[in-house]
Antibody
Framework: VHLVESGGDLVKPGGSLRVSCAAS????????MSWVRQSPGKGLEWVGR??????????DYAEPVNGRFTISRDDSKDTLYLQMNSLKAEDTAVYFC??????????WGQGTLVTVSS | QSALTQPASVSGSPGQSITFSCTGT?????????VSWYQQYPGKAPKVMIF???KRPSGVSNRFSGSKSGNTASLTISGLQAEDEAYYYC??????????FGGGTKLTVL
């Protein structure tokens, strides 16, 4: 299992950014997938998850990002996305994608850094 | 959803057994057998060590074990080794289809 995040960048408050997670080594379309973030020097925070299409393909979100962030997937490209809008300084973090989201998070990527600052 | 409560730090000597606690509420830890534990070295991605309270993924040493009583989950490491020095995070499924992590515990091997 190999997960590679990309797209992290410096963004101004109120701005938008999409980060991606390229998956390989497993059947991506069969997997629930999740995003977890970690602010600098802080602990882990669950961001959200997306079910596989056969389980409805719906997404669930943590309260701090609900309504601002959208998780999607492209099973034809084995890629997971996180669209982040109305970004705030407190969204500054390393964003990890991970397999799972039904009961635990199995494999993790190395993370991509998103910095929100003017 | 408030974070699960973990002690900020614990320490132990090589060969000892050490137990981490993770306290939640009846809305998360106490209501679901969906507690997992993650080991993280600084600058690295987390690694799952225990899932569904007591299950150990293949490849994880049997020195790691999990348990739960009421609203508190625990991770025990037996035969402590220098390589175990890392941060440990607990996580639980919570109501409304969400997950909540603990603040993390730094393990120091003396």
């Amino acid at each position: 299992v190999h997960l590679v995040e990309s797209g992290g960048d410096l963004v101004k408050p109120g701005g938008s950014l999409r980060v991606s997670c390229a998956a390989s080594g497993f059947t991506f379309s069969n997997a629930w997938m999740s995003w977890v973030r970690q602010s600098p020097g802080k602990g882990l925070e669950w961001v959200g998850r997306i079910k596989r299409d056969t389980d409805g393909g719906t997404a669930d979100y943590a309260e701090p990002v609900n309504g601002r962030f959208t998780i999607s997937r492209d099973d034809s490209k084995d890629t997971l996305y996180l669209q982040m809008n109305s970004l705030k300084a407190e969204d500054t973090a390393v964003y990890f994608c991970a397999t799972g989201g039904a009961s635990y998070f199995g494999a993790w990527g190395q993370g991509t850094l998103v910095t929100v600052s003017s | 959803q408030s974070a699960l409560t973990q002690p900020a730090s614990v320490s132990g000597s090589p060969g000892q057994s050490i137990t981490f606690s993770c306290t939640g509420t009846s809305s998360d830890v106490g209501n679901y057998n969906l507690v997992s534990w993650y080991q993280q070295y600084p600058g690295k991605a987390p690694k799952v060590m225990i899932f569904e309270v007591i299950k150990r993924p293949s490849g994880v040493s049997n020195r790691f074990s999990g348990s739960k009583s009421g609203n508190t989950a625990s991770l025990t490491i037996s035969g402590l080794q220098a390589e175990d020095e890392a941060y440990y995070y607990c996580c639980s499924y919570a109501r409304s289809n969400t997950f909540v992590f603990g603040g993390g515990t730094k393990l120091t091997v003396l």
